[in-house]
Every structure is written in C-alpha cells, then in structure tokens.
C-alpha cells in the first residue's frame, strides 16, 4: 500500500473482496477513507461482514462488469 494517496475523504474498493481480507488492512491503512467491498457473493459477503468490525467498510452486492461507479471515481 506504500505509495497510496491517502487522502481524507477518499474511497478505496476492493473488486471480488470475497471474505474480506483485505478490507481491514485498507482500513487501517486508509483511516480517512471510506472502504468499499464489492463482490457477486452473498455468502462472500456475509463473511466480510463478521470479519470487519469498522463503520467506514461498506459491502456491496454486485457484478464487477456492470460496476455502478462513474469511470474515473
């Protein structure tokens, strides 16, 4: 994550976050940030949810080929 822009106020996804692994160290790595899992598994998410225990992780229900983000967000 060295190299990151950390900027307060961002957003950080994670595409296909699947159990969320990764989301808690974007979390706390990325303190100002809001962190977005993204993944086509409800049961994937599920678990992310057990997982991250922080209020500025958001899990989203999704296909990452129809992403419903602005290009360049």
Known sequence: MAGL???S???V?????GTG???EAFAANF???TIVG???SHGMLQKAHEKT???SVV?????AATLPFMDES
Not at 59 to 63: A, P
Request: charged share 30%; aromatic share 10%; net charge negative.
């Open 5 to 7: 822009e950390k900027e």
């Open 9 to 11: 106020g961002s957003y």
């Open 13 to 17: 996804l994670d595409i296909c976050c």
């Open 21 to 23: 692994a990764v989301l």
């Open 31 to 33: 303190h100002h940030s």
């Open 38 to 40: 993204y993944d086509f």
């Open 53 to 55: 225990s922080r209020r």
């Open 59 to 63: 899990l989203i229900e999704g296909d």
